[in-house]
Each structure stands twice: as C-alpha cells, then as structure tokens.
C-alpha cells in the first residue's frame, strides 16, 4: 500500500523487456517478468509500416491531465486524496476534458505549415477502481449527466474541429487489467490521418474512462499523450523511432533494467543530437528513487538524466514537459501523469560521437511504482540525400487548370538529383499507382522501369553521381495515367484526387550507409509554402460530377467480387481485385465509431463496407458473391460462318470478347461475374487440306474462378466464284483446194477444209 510514511510506503518500480529486429534498428530490452504487452516498435500502414523513419524532421510530444487533486497543490501525491476531473472544453456534454498546443519546430527557418505528417498516435492511461476489481467498461454520473464509459474508447477534437470524434483503442491496445497490476491501464490508438486534417494548434481529448473520488493508497490518475512525427525539407536528417508496451511493477526490490539500441546512423561531422521521449503512468511528486541513465560512448560509466522539470534522483515525477507548448490546464503537479520530451545533454559529443550507431539506457526505481507504455527516440543521423520532385507535366484536356475528369488522361514528371555529399549505387525509385487510375505508359531516358501489382519501379542503378551543381536533374521519368470511370469509386467524395506519392532507396558509395522510404517532394500554388519543396502526397483534384450525373444515377453503385470456392475470402484479396486503396478497413456498417473493424476471412456472401486507412466518413460499399461452382450459360447457339477463298490464310480471326461472340446468335450469362470480366479463348481443329477447308473452332468462355463454357462453331473456306475469262479476237486462216494455209495469204478460193482451237483455263475450286 501506498503511504505517506516511509516505513510502510511501498515502492514502485518498472521493468521491460524487448527485442525487436530491424534493418536499420534494433533494440533490447533486457528484464525480468513485469512487461504485460512486450515493448514492439509502432508501424503505421500509412507509412508503409516503417519502424524506423529517416527523416528530414522530428517527432513531438504533447498531452495533459484529465484528472487532479480537488483541492490542487502542486507538491501532493493523488493517493489517498480526492481527485476531481478536469474539464476545460466548455462542453456540457463532457465529463472531463484537457488540451494542448500541437507545435512544430522552426528549425532552420522551417515553417510549420509545410511539415508533412508521417505518423501520429494517441496513448491514453488512468486508474479508475480500488476494489476487488476494474471492469472495462463502468456508468459515471455528475450534474445530472450520466456517461457509459470504456478504457478503450475516448473523444478527440483538433484544430478547427466543431465537434469531438470517437478514439477506439483495438482490444490489444495496450493493456486494460481488471484484476491485477492496480488496475492501471494504457490505450492506443492511431491517429495520423486526424492530425493530418487538422495540422498544428489545440487538441482536446475528453470523456476518459476515469472516476472522481479518493483511490485509497494508489490513488485514481488519468490523462492523454499524442506523438507526432513530422517532416519538413528545411530540417535536418533524423532517426525517428517510436515504441510502446505496459510494464508494471509494484514491489519494494531496488532493480535496474537496461535499454541497448543499435542500428541507426549519427551523423558523420559536427555536433550529434539525441532527443527522448517518455510517457509514464502513476509516478508521484514527493516519492523519489526513480531514475533514467544513459551510458557514456568512451566507458561504461552511466550519465543519469532529467530535464527541466524532474531531477535525476525522481525522474517521474508527475510532470508534463513537452518543449514549453501551452496546455489547459498548465500544472506543474500532474497527479500520476508523466510526458516527457528533452535533449540529452553531449556538450562536446562526451555521450554521443559522429559515427555512432548503438548506445544503452538504463532505468529503475528504489521507491516509487510506476508504468511506461510508450518512448521515442530522435537522433541526428547521416543519409545520403537522393531528392524525388513530382509534378503534373500535361493534362489531356487544356481547358482544364488544376484538375481532371473521368476518362481524361494526365502526364506526371518525376525528377531525381543529388543533393548529398556523395554518389549514390543502387538508386530505386518506388511509385504505386493510385487506385482511381488505370496506369497507360512510360517513358525514361536513363534507368529500367517495370510495372508490378500496381507499383512502377525505377531502377536507376548507379546514375546517381555527385553533381556540380546539387539542383541539376540526373534522370527523368514520364508517367500517363487515364482517370477511371467507376461509378462506385467517384460517388464517394473522398475518392475526388489523385494522390501521388513514392519513395526512394539507395546506398552510399562512399559511406555505404542504406536508405529507404525516403518520400517524394512536390510543389504547392497557395498557401505559405509557395515556391517551397514539401513532403507528402500530392493530391490532384478530380472533377466527377459530370461524370456521375451522366453515368452514375441517383444511387451508389455496389461493386461485386466473386469470391471462387477454396479461394479464401481474405480482406488483401478483395482490396486487389476491386482495386481500393491498401491497408483499407472492412465493416458492416457505416457508422464506425465504437465498432472493430472485420478481422480476418470475410463471410460471404454479403455486403461490406471499406474505410480507406483512418478515413471514417467515407466507403466503398462491395457485395462479396460466392462462386457458384458453374461455368457461364449460354441461350442459341453460334451460326456457322461460309467464307470465300482457297486458303487456311482466309479463316477469320477469332473474336475475343463476350460482346463479339454474343453478335453471332448466342446470349451468355453468368450469375457470378460480369461479362467484361469473362475471359474469352478459343481453338481451331480442321484447318488444312485442300478447298473446301471446315474449320471446327472451339470457343472457351471462363469465369472469374475459371468455371467455364465451350462454344463450337463451323467455318466453311469454300469458293464459291466461278473463274472469269475474256476470249482473244478471231482468227481466220485462209487455206487452197488442198487444205494448205497460209494466214498471209487473202483467201481466193472455196472453203473446203475447217481448223478449230480451243482455249481453256482450269479453277481447282470449280
């Protein structure tokens, strides 16, 4: 239990452990058996599941209380105490709410505006039971207003936002004890795609599943933290990692733990930066003994850490440092609640050298009880700098300024140089083609291009030398794409741009340093960011209105996909097959908020409803139809077809289509696949011998899962005109009494003798 008096005050601790692997990271914890959720770096599919981003950027951390003493003072401890929510928001609708300022840096005359978000993510923890247990999901009552609350579930609200949005953590994230660990929970949840729409300024999160009251010896806390990795073409390169997990510890043992990472790359001259990030749980303001070192690169001495608003010998603290951004409420006493984001001090580069790629932490506790579920890391890093330019170079239709239409094909230019310090081996350019597009050619003057599952890629090999002058373009590469014409993609107002993006890899010739994922950059017409490069996607809009008033109706087109017996139903698969974008999310309902999406094989059949990665007000609506296990039907049959000639030279092609055989006297269905999905194939037998040649010409037609129907039809090669001839003038032989002639002779006497002569030709087909 938990006292004021030192002899039966117990003490908190922490331990963790993990060992993750990467390509160009790998970290260790080394520990004992307290780690609830193992420590695993945190991918992001909207960052291509990267665990590590090398960046030209940073990360920040912001987040604030949503619990504090009822009568504040900023030297008390929650335990045994009243504890009152905090609500700032002005909403009668909330129980309890807090925000802070999401601010990026300025560095390098940076500008905030034209930062590009790669990933954000949400963490939230608290204590809310002192009983015999701490269900997940609890009723709040206060000022007539009764709340149903969820330790997976808060509201968000960011810059310019009207109203909140619901936040689910999935059941894995993190860890919600019910019955152990004094039932301190820790939550997650991505929220890039938010961050992303709203930008920098306040962010509130509110209606945390927490509970007013006295907590007894542990004491109720609760509050939120928000991680933001951001980039920005004015900054300098960084390693950026970020990983969480729940460690708990409750004992009266002095232990320390150690954290070894490895794997990323100071950079190779100058002053070298390492910038942390923490975020804590239960850490009290007057219990000391907790501490957070580093080791010294020239021994194996440790350097004990703090930062302005801790001290070394009470690292958590309840405190909230996160680079001086404003929040509401601004207490230096956060009652169990501890953010934490600082540089480590390397005066001289005594901690951290060029060259660097792995170092320690290590952490522990003599008194105070606490929980870490989340810590990143930046660090100033070395990366050979290849730099991606995209740009729209020709729109189809020059009427148009700015956007395209339905069926309207667009020409983007891609653009790559150097602007490092050396030549670059093994150059590869990465460029998914968007999925409201059909992908129509290239063109390349230097490098090989292939197209694979939707994905161009550039191989440039070792075209990437240093240059004179670092703005001078080393290879080209044209891109046309034709806008699609689907009803069901455009009548989703979501689905309107043309979002292109990619990335580059390559390794250093001289350092042999590896990159990768290293994004495109592009240029803006409005805004603060004219005339600047920035990261990110760059949206072209698409005009469908048009298109959808003259094509479309007035209802949502539903797109089918025939899912084939043993097939499976995977969520990769339909997503392939109705081409929507990667990583989208599957339902069966529109109203998402609350709701886990479909985990899993699909069932089928059904209807579906799929959210592109953290969109949650717009869907594809696909009916999933199961294969029927029968090939397509056919009404009629094919007419036999004469043809005029004498040669197999003179058979007709065959047709290739469902349309073009159904011209020929036949109707063909299939309850599974459309027609313009049916693959149509055929064969000849018979095609030699003299005139009259019958041809048999089988025609396959098969379906989607390979279910098929055969088609025979007759060709006859037969000639059926007759030769044409045009006889030679007569001639008249002039002959004597005796039969003599002589053509040079007048005729003068009796005709008495008669020659005939018949000229003939042959037709082998008459």
Not at 197 to 221: I, K, P, W
Not at 329 to 357: C, E, H, R, W, Y
Request: with cysteine.
């Amino acid at each position: 239990m938990k006292k004021r008096d030192l002899n039966t005050r117990a003490t908190k601790m922490f331990s963790l452990s993990l060992l993750v692997v990467l390509v160009f990271f790998v970290t260790t914890f080394s520990v004992f058996g307290q780690v609830r959720v193992p420590f695993t770096q945190r991918t992001s599919p909207l960052a291509g599941g990267k665990k590590i981003y090398s960046i030209k950027g940073d990360f920040a951390m912001v987040g604030n209380t949503n619990l504090s003493l009822w009568s504040y003072d900023p030297d008390e401890n929650n335990s045994n105490n009243y504890m009152a929510y905090v609500d700032v928001d002005g909403d009668s609708k909330t129980l309890n709410s807090s925000s802070a300022t999401l601010a990026f840096s300025t560095e390098n005359g940076a500008i905030p505006e034209c930062s590009n978000i790669v990933f954000a993510g949400l963490y939230w923890t608290g204590r809310a039971h002192d009983g015999s247990s701490s269900p997940n999901t609890f009723t709040v009552t206060k000022g007539g207003v009764t709340k149903n609350y969820d330790k997976r579930v808060v509201s968000l609200k960011g810059p310019g936002a009207t109203n909140y949005q619901t936040i689910t953590a999935n059941a894995d994230d993190i860890y919600y004890p019910t019955n152990s660990d004094g039932y301190m929970y820790s939550a997650y949840a991505e929220v890039t795609e938010y961050v992303r729409q709203h930008g920098v300024g306040d962010y509130f999160v509110a209606d945390m599943a927490l509970r007013e009251g006295d907590g007894g010896s542990t004491g109720y806390y609760g509050g939120w933290g928000m991680i933001v990795v951001y980039e920005n073409t004015k900054m300098k390169w960084r390693d950026v990692t970020v990983f969480d997990g729940h460690a708990y510890v409750q004992g009266s043992t002095t232990i320390s733990h150690t954290l070894d990472v490895s794997g990323f790359n100071t950079v190779q001259s100058g002053d070298v930066n390492m910038k942390l990030g923490l975020m804590a749980g239960e850490g009290d303001r007057s219990i000391s003994g907790d501490y957070f070192d580093i080791r010294n690169h020239n021994n194996t001495s440790w350097v004990r850490l703090s930062h302005g608003g801790n001290s070394t010998d009470n690292f958590f603290n309840s405190s909230v440092y996160t680079g001086g951004n404003s929040r509401n409420p601004s207490l230096t006493n956060n009652t169990g609640l501890d953010i934490a984001m600082f540089d480590i001090p390397n005066a001289d580069n005594a901690v951290i050298k060029n060259n660097q790629t792995s170092t320690s932490f290590r952490y522990g506790s003599t008194q105070d009880t606490y929980i870490i579920f989340c810590m990143a890391m930046a660090v100033d890093a070395y990366i050979p700098e290849a730099e991606v330019e995209t740009g729209v170079k020709l729109i189809s239709n020059p009427s148009t300024e700015g956007y395209v239409v339905p069926g309207e094909n667009i020409t983007i230019g891609v653009d790559i140089r150097n602007k490092g310090t050396e030549a670059i081996h093994d150059a590869l350019v990465t460029i998914p083609i968007p999925f409201n597009v059909n992908y129509v050619s290239h063109s390349a003057a230097h490098g090989v291009v292939n197209l694979q599952n939707d994905t161009l890629y550039w191989n440039i090999d070792d075209l990437l030398v240093l240059p004179g002058d670092p703005d001078e373009i080393l290879a080209s590469l044209s891109i046309t794409l034709q806008v699609r014409t689907d009803c069901h993609i455009f009548i989703n107002p979501c689905t309107r741009f043309l979002e292109l993006n990619g990335s580059v890899s390559g390794t250093g010739a001289t350092s042999f340093t590896s990159f990768s994922g290293v994004g495109f950059v592009h240029y803006v017409n409005e805004g603060p960011c004219i005339g600047i490069p920035v990261f990110g996607v760059q949206k072209i809009p698409i005009d469908a209105d048009l298109f959808l008033a003259n094509n479309c109706g007035s209802t949502v087109a539903v797109s089918s996909v025939t899912i084939c017996s043993g097939a499976g139903t995977s969520q990769q698969e339909v997503i392939n097959e109705a081409h929507l974008p990667a990583n989208s999310s599957f339902y069966t309902v529109t109203d998402i908020q609350g709701v886990d999406p479909i985990v899993g094989d699909l069932p089928v059949p059904g209807i579906f409803y799929v959210f592109p990665p953290g969109i949650d007000d717009c869907w594809f609506e696909i009916e999933l139809i199961a294969d029927d296990g029968q090939g397509p039907q056919a009404t009629g049959s094919l007419s036999s077809i004469i043809e005029e000639g004498c040669s197999v030279s003179d058979i007709p092609a065959a047709v290739t289509s469902v349309s073009a055989l159904e011209t020929m006297g036949v109707a063909i269905s299939d309850e599974d696949t459309e027609d313009v999905n049916l693959v149509v194939t055929s064969s000849d037998s018979g095609a030699t011998g003299p005139c009259p040649i019958v041809v048999s010409r089988t025609y396959t037609i098969s379906d989607e899962c390979g279910n098929s129907l055969e088609l025979v039809q007759t060709i006859t090669i037969r000639d059926n005109t007759a030769p044409t001839f045009t006889a030679p003038a007569d001639v008249t032989i002039y002959t004597d009494a005796d039969c003599n002639y002589d053509v040079d002779v007048a005729f003068t006497g009796e005709r008495k003798c008669h020659r005939a002569f018949l000229l003939y030709t042959t037709d082998p087909g008459r």
